[in-house]
């Protein structure tokens, strides 16, 4: 049996970590699709994860994306107050 690469450790801590991560764009693509699947088997991608793969620009996810139908939600943003008094 042999021992886990570096690269499978690396991708596993990271998805330990992932709701932590602020910038993805300095993985390589076949590490970051890796990430990208692992992420969705452990169902921990959430609205702002999704947010930094697609940041990316990475096709690959882009098409992973599209294909599995993932919306990203949009929050309506209520009008404040105008400066007219009610």
Known sequence: MQPPSLVSLTVDSALLHIAH??????????ILVELFLKTLHAGKLTEKILKLFTATGNEEILFFVQSLNIKQILTPILP??????F
Not at 21 to 30: E, F, G, K, Q, R
Not at 80 to 85: D, L, N, P
């Open 21 to 30: 991560i602020t910038d993805l764009s300095a993985i390589p693509d076949p």
């Open 80 to 85: 404040t107050r105008c400066s007219e008094k």
